[in-house]
């Protein structure tokens, strides 16, 4: 499976896109904004309609900015508009789109001409293509004395959400132990880290198998059988060669974004790594390998660690869940049912599909399809129905015998339908981020509050064992009090009993109360700061 198209050109183009590059990026920080572009695009002389739709195509993962990659890819496409062609998002997966000559840039060589110094500031990459590098902003995250930076200074929308969870939801965080409750504290990393997709299902229902599928490879430490095969959380990601990390050693790795796992204990990182192998496809999206859930018997057998906590930790952070059914294995096991609740709040990334549906014939396939919904409705609680993809997800040819020609043709739009889900994972991360981070402030608001309110029962001498004993028993109660003291949905509230178990083990009376200054950064945050931040790096030519 292909994502996008990738630049292509000439060495001899390649030098001067490099040159032209470096001109415009005014502040040398390997980014083309919207201000840069405005100037340098201007000179091609195209009506802005044209250009707005350049960089519409080119900035397709909604950055706000474009590396070297996407500025050769909106150079392509002025040359396609210059000569009368109509641009569109196909334009980028012509086969001649390489051999183009450069745009004609008005006034360009003569700017050149009396540039004097030009600081190559890109590296150059092992395939010979360039690649722009960032500024770093590792040491916001480390630096206790980070001076603060306006969101004009930032050039690109994640960087600004760094910025904002630094200086406005972190602090919020802290104070009331959000971190414990909740969510570990977010890293750099955390907001770098390509797409994920996460694989959920029984054992053999061919969530393995579907990754190879992908891939149309195997990957390191990847393996498939009727039994039991994997045993372990597997991260599948993009590396410079094919090796295997240990889990110990991922969590502790800053440019990972794995570190919150350590809450789960050794007795889970033994069980968790990562497989690294070079492919285009992993430079997009990074899958996550997971057990088969224990259905029958083997549900007794108590695992070491917290299977549903670490399932929820991946939804949190993933942008697609697919849960994997087999036509023979539709029973939802007690397990599978915690899995499945674990995903609450992650509804719109859930897809679900109906694998090695070949093996049955077409009237079998209409039964187990009506009874896979029939569980499913009892599980997900929605009254919605969730989409189901049909399909055969391997790389063996469907058989036809079973199904038939007009369940092949089924099968082959099912498919088309859900890789089509899985192009659009790399262009839809920037907007997940940004709705993932939305969700993120406002639980923390809700905690804040909660937190406060507990606060304020507290006696403030005599009985505070007793009372606090009284508010952990009656959580729901005092959850209902906050609820109507705020107006805040209900929905957004935590679990009662995990936010109990977590409450046992502090002191109450221990906590800060509600600060008014930082609830009230938080709001300017989510309803003045985030809009002003998508405001700048929206598309320049709107």
């Known amino acids: ?120 500031r890109v590296d150059q990459a092992g395939d010979g293509f360039p690649q722009a590098q960032g500024p770093s902003t590792d040491h916001w995250f480390t630096s206790k004395s980070s001076k603060k930076i306006p969101l004009t200074a930032v050039t690109s929308v994640i960087d600004g959400l760094k910025r904002l969870y630094i200086e406005k939801l972190k602090p919020l965080e802290v104070a009331y ?82 570190s919150g796992l350590t809450t789960f204990g050794t007795s889970f990182l033994s069980k968790f790594e990562c497989s690294q192998m070079p492919h285009p496809l992993l430079e997009h999206i990074t899958f996550v390998d997971t057990p088969g859930v224990l259905s029958g018997e083997k549900q007794r057998t108590q695992r070491s660690y917290e299977f549903t906590g670490v399932t929820s930790w991946f939804a949190a952070k993933c942008d697609l869940i697919l849960l994997l059914f087999d036509p023979h294995k539709l029973d939802i096991s007690d397990e599978f049912k915690r899995v499945i609740g674990s995903l609450r709040g992650h509804d719109d990334k859930i897809r679900v599909v109906l694998n090695k549906a070949d093996q049955i014939d077409t009237q079998q396939l209409m039964r187990v399809y009506g009874a896979l919904m029939w569980s499913l409705g009892k599980v997900l609680n929605t009254p919605e129905v969730s989409r189901v993809y049909i399909g055969s997800f391997n790389d063996k040819p469907v058989k036809e015998s079973a199904v038939g020609p007009i369940g092949k043709e089924l099968f082959e739009k099912e498919q088309d339908d859900l890789l ?54 009656n959580l729901e109660d005092e959850f209902a009090k906050v609820q109507r003291e705020h107006h805040l949905p209900a929905g957004d509230f935590p679990f009662v009993d995990h936010f109990r178990d977590v409450l046992g083990g502090y002191s109450i009376d221990k906590f800060e109360k509600v600060k008014p200054k930082m609830i009230q950064a938080v709001d300017d945050m989510l309803g003045y700061d985030i809009p002003e931040l998508l405001k700048n790096f929206r598309n320049p030519y709107e």
Not at 72 to 77: E, G, H, N, S
Not at 180 to 207: E, H, I, R, W
Not at 214 to 230: D, F, N, Q, R, V
Not at 436 to 453: C, L, P, S, T
């Open 1 to 120: 499976m292909e994502i996008g198209a990738a630049s292509s050109c000439s060495k001899e183009h390649q030098k001067i896109y490099h040159e032209w590059f470096a001109f415009a990026d005014s502040d040398g920080d390997g980014r083309i904004t919207g201000p840069d572009a405005i100037k340098f695009f201007g000179m091609s002389r195209l009506p802005r309609a044209d250009l707005k739709q350049v960089w519409a195509i080119a900035d397709s993962k909604r950055l706000g900015y474009l590396g070297f990659g996407e500025f050769v890819t909106a150079m392509q496409l002025v040359s396609l508009a210059q000569a009368g062609d109509e641009i569109t998002p196909d334009s980028i997966k012509r086969d001649d789109l390489s051999s183009l000559n450069p745009p004609v840039m008005e006034g360009l060589d003569t700017l050149l001409a009396r540039s004097k110094h030009l600081v190559k």
């Open 420 to 473: 089509s889900d899985l192009k659009d994972i790399p262009k839809k991360a920037c907007d997940r981020r940004i709705n993932e981070f939305v969700k993120r402030a406002r639980a923390a608001k809700i905690h804040a509050y909660i937190i406060g309110h507990l606060k304020n029962q507290m006696p403030t001498m005599m009985g505070k064992a007793k009372a606090q004993q009284r508010l952990i028993d």
């Open 177 to 258: 132990k959000f971190n414990d409750f909740v969510s570990p504290l977010l890293t750099n990393s955390d907001f770098d880290a390509k797409p994920m997709v996460m694989l959920l299902g029984q054992y053999s229902t061919g969530k393995t198998t579907f990754i190879k599928h992908l891939l149309k490879t195997s990957y390191p430490g990847a393996h498939i059988g009727p039994e039991p095969t994997t045993d372990r959380f597997v991260v599948v990601m993009s590396g410079p060669d094919e090796r295997t990390i240990p889990g110990n050693t991922l969590a502790v790795q800053a440019d990972m974004p794995f």
